[in-house]
């Protein structure tokens, strides 16, 4: 089984982590739906409402997120995905949450690393992409990254 893992090292103007959604793409711009679970080890959620499951539920337009109270600025949130095949794509996308209050618009990462392994026994994540200083749009259910 394979796993990829988010570590979010910054966001834009807020105390914590919060997402709404995570889609990865192959070469000719298909979602490819390889996430079997996801979890944030280490992270706090207020509520089952933020939940990480929220982030490969494939939906768009509701209310849910994902939420890491446990991030402070000069920190990090490692968020983990288990995936139900081996992991091959071209290209991924993180949206912004929900226009609720259980999804505040804020705490959008804009500086993280992506790394991956294809085994659970492998000892090291694979380095696949990192980004900084990358402007969050403001809304919901935007995408970007």
């Known amino acids: 089984m394979s796993s990829c893992q988010f570590v979010f090292e910054a966001t834009a103007a807020g105390g914590v982590v919060n ?3 995570i889609r990865f793409y192959g070469a ?3 979602w490819l739906d390889f996430v079997d679970g996801a979890s944030n080890p280490g ?3 207020i509520s089952h409402g933020y939940k990480a499951a929220y982030l490969h539920d ?3 337009v509701g209310h849910r997120c994902w939420h890491d109270v446990n991030y402070r600025p000069g920190s990090s949130s490692t968020l983990q995905l288990t995936c139900s095949s081996r992991v091959s794509f071209a290209a ?5 949450g929900g226009a609720d209050g259980l999804c505040p618009a804020s705490g959008y990462p804009t500086a993280w690393r992506l790394q991956c392994k294809q085994n ?3 000892a090291l994540w694979a380095p696949l992409d990192a ?12 995408s970007y990254g």
Do not use: Q
């Open 28 to 30: 000719s711009g298909e």
């Open 19 to 21: 997402l709404g959604e």
């Open 58 to 60: 494939d939906n768009l």
């Open 120 to 122: 659970a026994s492998d």
């Open 131 to 142: 980004r900084e200083n990358v402007s969050a749009p403001a809304g919901p259910h935007r």
């Open 43 to 45: 992270g706090r959620l």
């Open 92 to 96: 991924y996308e993180l949206y912004t």
